[in-house]
């Protein structure tokens, strides 16, 4: 399979994920880099009218989570840990979140993300640790379909 497939094959499984029900993203992956975007709204507001900070989380893991995935082409990779900075509060618009490897090594790859509004203003910041799992992706039925 050519880095293409694996990349299409990625994103066909994201989108196709149940939590996406709720979001409907948007998700771009290329070598080492993913997008992820989403339009947010009332139906992700806190109580004082702003996006919950774990919409935050999922947009920053979930991008940096598939730059990292794009270079493991075998087997599903997991968040060890990831750690965020809220910047600006946002409530309507859109959230896109673009993550890039920054570090890789055999057992271990560190991805760090950032998240702006559709007016290209910085609204969090994100980095994590991923490593391996024991999911094979061909066993993803999302993944190996197509």
Known sequence: MNATEHY?????????????????????????????????????????????????????????????????????????????????????GTMTATGKVVNTSRNLWVADSVLKDDRGRLLGRGSGSFMRSKINLQDVSSYSKG
């Open 8 to 92: 299409r094959k990625l994103e066909r499984m994201y989108l196709s994920a149940p939590v996406n029900e709720l979001y409907e993203p948007t998700i771009t992956i290329g070598e080492g880099v993913a997008e992820v975007g989403f339009a947010v709204g009332p139906h992700l507001h806190h109580a004082a009218h702003f996006v919950h900070g774990a919409n935050y989380f999922k947009a920053l893991d979930d991008a940096a989570f598939f730059a990292v995935n794009s270079l493991v082409d075998d087997v599903f990779v997991l968040t060890v840990n990831f750690n965020i900075h809220l910047l600006r509060p946002i409530s309507e």
